[in-house]
């Protein structure tokens, strides 16, 4: 069927905005820096999901445009969404692990349930995970959490610092604390044994955007304003991967890596950080596996990756509102 002048402009509209899809992605090379704009590759994507929609209904040829977007990123499509799918894999050795910003607990009462510290506490009772990572840590508002004999909570001495926490079921043989450089983030780890087996653990939080109401992303002059502050950001949270990656090329242990990254999985942050290893979402997730809200956008911005010793046998994203994160757990084999 001919398309009408309206359906051409469509058509022209559907093709650009299809490239620059595929460009936030990472699926071709782009030209310019596109950096700020990954948070909203969701929403390019679903604008891009409707017109495919409008042209399958019209039975108009255009539609196989998307799908031949699809195909040509289809590597990062498995980063974007998931389908439902049966990962789980028995493993006569598994070790479950969990991930999560707390908000200090709501210690500032962001959250109008006076009772978020229990809340949590259940929901940690119910899950069960082997190991925590608490991002956003305070010893005010703390569960007891008494089945966690062994923790390594980051120094006192790094005062103005957002604190972290590993909590573990595992004996904790060594640990340390990576000092990021004029930044209110940090990292922890600890080597930890299990069933006579070593590995470590990593606890990252790296630099926040530290957006605001005031802050506008389309709207002068506060944009320009905005596009500086997220450059500043993307090149400190380089620079503390740099830091971790001194740790961990004295590491010879296989290693999970928990972090709050501030960035999503289309970032050259996140492309930085998981270099050599396993998102688990990517393996055993489902859906957008969303942890975060901007201004209504879903985004994954909290991440375990896993070497390749360990299997992802499943993951979750468990949508509890005790903080403005969502907490992340994955199991893992270990033959």
């Known amino acids: 069927m001919k398309l009408n002048v309206f359906e051409k402009l469509l ?38 999901l409707l017109l495919f929609c409008y042209w399958v209904v019209k ?30 894999r028995t493993s006569s050795s598994s070790i479950s692990v969990m991930s999560y910003n707390v908000r200090l607990f709501n210690k500032y009462n962001w959250i109008e349930d006076t009772d978020v510290s229990k809340g949590i506490a259940q929901m940690i ?22 089945a ?10 790094s005062m103005g610092k957002s604190p972290l926490a590993i909590y573990s079921k595992f004996p904790i043989l060594d640990q340390g604390y990576i000092d990021f450089e004029a930044s209110s983030n940090s990292g922890v780890y600890v080597d930890l044994s299990f069933r ?25 002059p506060n944009s320009a304003a905005l596009q500086i502050k997220f450059d500043e950001v993307f090149k400190k949270q380089l620079s503390q991967i740099e830091q971790f990656e001194a740790v961990e090329a004295s590491n010879d242990l296989p ?41 209504s956008f879903p985004l994954r911005i909290d991440f375990i990756f896993v070497a390749e010793d360990f299997k992802v046998n499943s993951f979750e994203v468990i949508e509890k509102n005790y903080s403005d994160h969502y907490p ?7 033959d």
């Open 125 to 146: 009772q119910e899950k069960n995970p082997d190991v925590i990572c608490f991002q956003e840590y305070s010893k005010t508002g703390t569960p007891r959490l008494d």
């Open 148 to 157: 966690y004999e062994y923790r390594y909570i980051q120094p006192n001495r």
């Open 328 to 334: 992340i757990v994955t199991t893992l084999g270990w």
């Open 11 to 48: 058509l022209i509209f559907n093709g650009l905005f299809l490239v620059f899809q595929l460009m936030l992605m990472g699926s071709i090379p782009s030209f310019f820096d596109f950096s700020i704009l990954n948070l909203f590759v969701p929403l390019v994507v679903l604008v891009n």
């Open 59 to 88: 039975i108009k040829w255009p539609f196989l445009l998307f799908m031949g977007a699809f195909l040509i990123g289809y590597g990062e499509w498995n980063l974007l969404y998931q389908f439902p799918k049966n990962t789980f």
């Open 196 to 220: 006579q087996q070593r590995f470590r653990v990593y606890n990252l939080h790296l630099e926040s955007f530290r957006i605001n109401a005031e802050d506008r992303l389309f709207t002068n």
């Open 255 to 295: 290693a999970i890596l928990c972090t709050d990254l501030n960035n999503t999985q289309f970032s050259k942050t996140y492309k930085a950080l998981s270099r050599g290893l396993k998102d688990a979402f990517a393996t055993a997730g489902k859906g957008l596996g969303e942890t975060f809200y901007f201004s």
